[in-house]
């Protein structure tokens, strides 16, 4: 059973750097057919797509996000980050992982997710 | 790229039928069949109900169905159950661009 867990700090600064890691279980990330995402939820509010990756490095991200997001991928640990420069207040959110199919983009497995707070 | 339009909430009582409506545009509920319905529950991760529009991933019951008309897909929950309660969203493909947009979440209550 292919398992997803998110880590990193769970308080950021404001200005700084956010940084997490998905570290993915019971399946290879280098899996044809799936991209790898990050979703975020402010808290009490909607879900948010930041962007994915797929295995060999090629990325696409949420054009409101794209200038502040970089996604990159590890094969060797099966792991894929994210970086979200520059945070305000507004980044506080549960971030979660996801594996995205590939053509239906249907996220088909999730982390537990992770609580930001930007402060 | 905005949101796909949900209505905030929706309700029934156990035993009726519910239907969740998304609106989207031509760019991408219109324009593919990639719409996908999660279900969450309160601290909880999404979990994914209907891909593909109208599939089913295993274990998910029956009562949950999909379909999609225009530049709108709507999510039916049949014989409403008290675990049924929860907030569901949409996502569409939106093209190698846009990637993919979320619904703005409905909270189904039952009464």
């Known amino acids: 059973q292919l398992q997803l867990q998110e880590s990193g700090p769970g308080l950021v600064k404001p200005s700084e750097t956010l940084s997490l890691t998905c570290t993915v279980s019971g399946g290879s990330i280098s899996s044809t057919g799936y991209y790898w995402a990050w979703i975020r939820q402010p808290p009490g509010k909607g879900l948010e797509w930041i962007g994915s990756i797929y295995y060999k490095g090629s990325t696409y991200y949420n054009p409101s996000l794209k200038s502040r997001v970089t996604i990159s991928v590890d094969t060797s640990k099966n792991q894929f980050s994210l970086n979200l420069d520059s945070v305000t207040a507004a980044d506080t959110a549960v971030y979660f992982c996801a594996r995205r199919a590939m053509a239906a983009a249907e996220l088909d497995y999730w982390g537990q997710g992770t609580l930001v707070t930007v402060s | 790229q905005s949101a796909l339009t949900q209505p905030p909430s929706a309700s029934g009582s156990p035993g009726q039928s519910v239907t969740i409506s998304c609106t989207g545009t031509?760019?991408?509920?219109?324009?593919?069949?990639?719409v996908s319905w999660y279900l969450q529950y309160p601290g909880k991760a999404p979990k994914l109900m209907i891909y593909?529009?109208?599939k089913r991933p295993s274990g998910v019951p029956d009562r949950f169905s999909g379909s999609k008309s225009g530049n709108t897909a709507s999510l039916t929950v049949s014989g409403l159950q008290a675990e049924d309660e929860a907030d569901y969203y949409c996502?569409?493909?939106?093209?190698?661009?846009?990637?993919?947009?979320f619904g703005g979440g409905t909270k189904l209550t039952v009464l």
């Open positions: 593909e529009v109208s």
């Open positions: 996502t569409s493909y939106a093209g190698s661009v846009g990637g993919v947009i």
């Open positions: 031509s760019s991408d509920v219109g324009g593919y069949n990639y």
